[in-house]
C-alpha cells in the first residue's frame, strides 16, 4: 500500500502562485504516472496535470501556461507549480499515482485551495 499526502494549498488573492506537494510513503513516482486533479464543489473531479515516467507533461486546456507539473524521485515527491491563479481555480486538490495499466491506483486526502480577494 503506498500513501500519498498533498501540502501547500490555502489562500491566495487572483493573480497568485502556489506549490502544490504529493509526497509518496515509498518510491514509486520513477515507475508510476502521477498526476494531480481538482474538485470545486458541485463539480465533477477534473484532471488538472499529469507526468509520465518518460516524463512527458499533460495539461488541461483551463491550466496550460500558469501550471507546471514536476517531480522529485529522489525525494518521492511530485510537484504542481501554479500561477496566475484565478478564482475558477478554487477547489480541493488531489494528487494521485497509477501505474500503466490502473491495477495499482492511489489517491491522496486532498488540499483546498481557494482563490479570492
Known amino acids: 500500500q503506498v500513501q500519498l499526502v498533498e501540502s501547500g494549498g490555502g489562500l491566495v488573492r487572483p493573480g497568485g502562485s502556489l506549490r502544490l506537494s504529493c509526497a509518496a510513503s515509498?518510491?514509486?513516482?520513477?515507475?508510476?504516472?502521477a498526476g494531480w486533479y481538482r474538485q470545486a464543489p458541485g463539480k465533477q473531479r477534473e484532471q488538472v496535470a499529469a507526468?509520465?515516467?518518460?516524463?512527458?507533461?499533460y495539461y488541461a486546456d483551463s491550466v496550460k501556461g500558469r501550471f507546471t507539473i514536476s517531480r522529485d524521485n529522489a525525494k518521492n515527491t511530485v510537484y504542481l507549480q501554479m500561477n496566475s491563479l484565478k478564482p475558477e481555480d478554487t477547489a480541493v486538490y488531489y494528487c494521485?499515482?497509477?501505474?500503466?495499466?490502473?491495477?495499482?491506483?492511489?489517491w491522496g486526502q486532498g488540499t483546498q485551495v481557494t482563490v479570492s480577494s
Open positions: 515509498r518510491s514509486i513516482f520513477s515507475s508510476y504516472i
Open positions: 494521485n499515482a497509477h501505474d500503466l495499466y490502473n491495477v495499482y491506483n492511489y
Open positions: 507526468v509520465t515516467t518518460g516524463g512527458t507533461t
